[in-house]
């Protein structure tokens, strides 16, 4: 009997095993692929999967002069070294330097949460006017610098729109001050608008705006005396004379506006000062130490490459890290890390701009260990 009994036992435990779910690995049992990039554009938009119609997913690390780590995902096919059509590519900064061919500060490098777009240093180049003897400049950059200097060139960090602000003071203690909302580092197509003028006549000026965006463009001018007029070059005469604070807000064929300030004396005023400022040129610079920041860069089927790293970013753009966990060596044998990241970039190739709107992508980067 005892026998018997142990005989039934071991079999209801057998046939419960058989009858058990078997259990694999997330990676099979999800419907998600393990790795992929789905980006959603205004104009293009694309799905990669890693495995299939011969993309591959390759990471990789590099350490530039200064010691900075820059770790490396990307999605081609197998058959392209480089330069790839239909590739994405990420690359994200470390927090730190390292020593020469020390190990990676991947810990505090590589972690949930948001990341900042690399973006260049940008050199503006200002010139200011005034229409007496100078005393002093002041000027105000937006970004928490300033200078006192008559044509400052002035380095930003990144780029952006900085309210730019103009205090003259003459010899005699007359002071005038302008101030502008200046774009920084923005593709060509970007609405901008700076003004000048010029004397024709009796307290009669004519104006001109030096326009950036998308034509056509619809003019509002407003001249400071309770007149308006909405066309591209026109002549303005003063009742009496005096200073006036011009406005010209300029809107795009893609809505997008602009606002310019400027300050305008008739001929013939000697008693007042009027000060002024031109961003003359600006000039892109590298970042030799983009900390924690990111670069996204695509390349369409033509094997035109678009990076995000040209210009600065729309404000509402970001890329944001979901998870971070261990992985498996990858083929060189280096240690890698799986990461979902979320994000929405502007990636631009010099002429042309793409926007990557709530796209995202499982992702693998290398590093040294």
């Not at 056509?216 to 009742?239: C, V």
Request: proline share 4%.
């Amino acid at each position: 009997m005892h026998f018997l009994r142990l005989f039934i036992l071991l079999f209801l435990l057998g046939l419960f095993s058989a009858c058990e779910k078997k259990k694999y690995p997330e990676s099979l049992t999800t419907n998600e692929p393990e790795f992929y990039v789905d980006l959603k554009g205004n104009t293009v938009s694309s799905f990669i999967e890693a495995g299939k119609l011969n993309y591959r997913l390759y990471s990789s690390y590099t350490q530039d002069q200064n010691g900075m780590y820059t770790y490396i995902s990307e999605f081609r096919q197998s058959n392209c070294p480089n330069a790839c059509p239909n590739s994405v590519r990420f690359e994200i900064s470390d927090s730190k330097t390292s020593a020469a061919g020390s190990a990676a500060n991947i810990g505090s490098a590589i972690y949930p949460g948001s990341y900042p777009y690399a973006s260049p240093q940008w050199l503006v180049n200002f010139k200011s006017s005034f229409n007496k003897a100078v005393s002093s400049y002041n000027w105000r950059f937006g970004d928490g610098e300033v200078s006192s200097t008559a044509n400052p060139s002035h380095i930003y960090k990144t780029g952006g729109v900085y309210n730019v602000c103009l205090t003259i003071k003459s010899m005699n203690g007359c002071e005038s001050s302008i101030c502008n909302t200046v774009a920084v580092g923005f593709a060509p197509d970007f609405c901008m608008a700076y003004v000048s003028d010029s004397v024709a006549g009796v307290n009669a000026i004519r104006f001109k705006a030096k326009t950036f965006g998308t034509a056509p463009f619809t003019y509002q001018w407003d001249f400071g005396d309770g007149k308006h007029s909405q066309e591209s070059y026109p002549l303005h005469t003063y009742a009496l004379r005096g200073a006036y604070p011009v406005r010209l807000s300029l809107l795009d064929s893609k809505n997008n506006l602009a606002v310019w300030n400027y300050n305008t004396i008739t001929y013939g005023d000697s008693s007042s000062c009027a000060s002024n400022f031109t961003p003359l040129s600006t000039v892109m610079q590298n970042d030799s130490l983009p900390f924690s920041k990111v670069v996204i860069k695509y390349t369409d089927a033509s094997g035109l490459e678009y990076t995000s790293e040209a210009y600065a970013q729309d404000p509402n753009n970001s890329f944001e890290v979901l998870s971070v966990s261990d992985f498996e060596l990858n083929e060189r044998g280096e240690a890698t890390k799986k990461m979902k990241v979320r994000f929405s970039v502007s990636v631009y190739s010099g002429t042309k701009k793409i926007k990557f709107e709530n796209s995202e992508a499982v992702i693998c980067i290398s590093y040294k260990k």
